[in-house]
Each structure stands twice: as C-alpha cells, then as structure tokens.
C-alpha cells in the first residue's frame, strides 16, 4: 500500500488499496435524457445492482459513505452528466460489500483517482446542552426486533427525525445531511439507542402563525435547537476547522460498453 504524509494533513492515496470486491459484470451507459427508472439497491442482500439518472459524484458519495460536501474538485461533469449502471455479482451480497464493489468499478470504468485530506471548513459540534449530563425523553431502549413497530404520526406541521435503535454518530449524520454541513459528535455517548426529535418543518416555520398557515402547526412545536435541547438534551454549536473531505484527483468518462 502506498501512503503520502504530508505534514500540514494527512493525505491517504486510496487508489492504491488492497483489492477490494468486484461486480461479475458491469454495464455503464451516459445517458442522453432522463430514464422514467429511477430504482436502486435495496438494503437485503441480493445478487443486483440497478441505479438510474445517477451523477458520478452520487455513486463517489454512495460508494465512500458521505455527503456532497464532503466531496470535493472534480470537473463540471462529474456532478452533470446521467448515467445508468447495471451490475450484476456472482453470488448475494450486503448492502455494504455493493459500495465496496462500486468502489471498484469507480476504478475501472471511470478511472478514479481520489485521496483523503483536511480541508478548514465551518462545521457544528454536536454536545451535551446540559451541565449534568442528563438526557431529554426521547432517548429510548431499543425496541425488541421481533415486536412490529409503532407507527409515527407526527404532529402537524412538524418534520421528525427517528434513528431506530442507532448511535449518537447515526443522529449526527442525519443532521448534516439535513443542515448540510458536517456535524461532529462530541458528546462522548456510546451504545444503541431508539432517539426521536420533533420540530417545526422549516417550509413552515417562516409563516407560523401567519394568516392560513397557522392552523397546520402544532402549536407545541419548536424550532429545531430548542428541540434537540428539551427532548434530546443537545446542542449544536458553531465551529470553523480541519474536516475529512475526500478529493477528486482525476477520472475519465467510462470506457463503452
């Protein structure tokens, strides 16, 4: 394995990994205009792998587990151009081993090189809110797996986050995919939880109260900080610093089928 430091960050050439899993067969097709299909994989283990009107920065951030900022350079097209892949392996597999094999495919269809670096970037701090430590109602045992689960019915109004039976790491994502920046988690919480938050949905909160809006909204909502404070006991704070991005070195248009 080939690694580069660099002492100003820590940059890890991933191209260079150990072999990783591959499809048995694979068809990548540009699209000229947008396909009706639009399915992917399910999380079930299965033999396919079917993506329609798919950019190459979505299957980068599929293949890499990450959000769209967290993926950075490539040219115009890498974020532009459709494109349609069907693949297929030779025996069942997870959910997580099809990322790894489009990993490959990444590799080979459409030559990616890709490294991992720091980059400074505002970001928020997921913490505790309170100085005892204690926690808001809604974190939750996890539910028994065998028992069916209970409907959500939010309130009106309201947009709901649930991590069933997840990690403090699992809310944090959620909520940048959410706010759209990267969250860090520095509560120091482990283990499973059920976590469950309710607030006012931003489409509405502009005209809460105002004129016909006013009655679609619960009006024992919140906005979302007093939210994850009173029934998550956390908080979000503003921070600026280094964050793991991964970077678009080169790739290519795929090769024809």
């Known amino acids: 394995m080939r690694t580069i430091l660099v002492f100003v960050g820590l940059v890890v050439t991933l191209s260079a990994q150990a072999p990783r899993p591959a499809f048995e067969v694979a068809s990548v097709k540009k699209l000229a205009e947008r396909l009706p299909a639009t399915?992917?994989?399910?999380?079930?283990?299965?033999?396919?792998?079917?993506?329609?009107?798919v950019t190459v920065a979505s299957v980068i951030q599929f293949a890499y587990n990450i959000l769209d900022f967290e993926l950075v350079g490539g040219p115009d097209w890498m974020r532009r151009d459709l494109f349609e892949i069907n693949a297929r392996s030779a025996v069942e597999t997870t959910f997580d081993e099809k990322r790894l094999m489009l990993q490959s495919l990444l590799e080979d269809r459409f030559k990616l090189v890709i490294r991992r670096e720091k980059q400074e970037m505002r970001f928020s701090e997921l913490t505790l809110a309170r100085s005892d430590g204690r926690l808001g109602p809604n974190f939750t045992a996890c539910p028994?797996?065998?028992?069916?689960?209970?409907?959500?019915?939010?309130?009106?109004?309201?947009?709901?986050?649930?991590?069933?039976?997840?990690?403090?790491?699992d809310l944090a994502q959620m909520a940048a995919r959410n706010f759209r920046i990267p969250v860090v988690d520095k509560t120091g919480l482990t283990g499973m939880r059920h976590i469950e938050i309710a607030f006012?949905?931003?489409?509405?909160?502009?005209?809460?109260?105002?004129?016909?809006?006013?009655?679609l909204i619960d009006p024992n909502l919140t906005d979302i900080g007093t939210a994850m404070r009173e029934q998550l006991g956390l908080k979000l704070e503003p921070g600026i610093g280094p964050v793991d991005v991964l970077v678009v070195e080169s790739v290519q248009q795929p090769t024809p089928d």
């Open 144 to 169: 028994d797996p065998n028992a069916p689960e209970p409907p959500v019915r939010p309130p009106r109004g309201a947009q709901v986050w649930v991590v069933g039976c997840g990690t403090i790491a």
């Open 39 to 53: 399915q992917t994989a399910t999380p079930g283990p299965t033999a396919a792998f079917y993506w329609a009107n």
């Open 200 to 215: 006012i949905d931003p489409r509405f909160a502009a005209s809460a109260g105002v004129g016909a809006q006013a009655p």
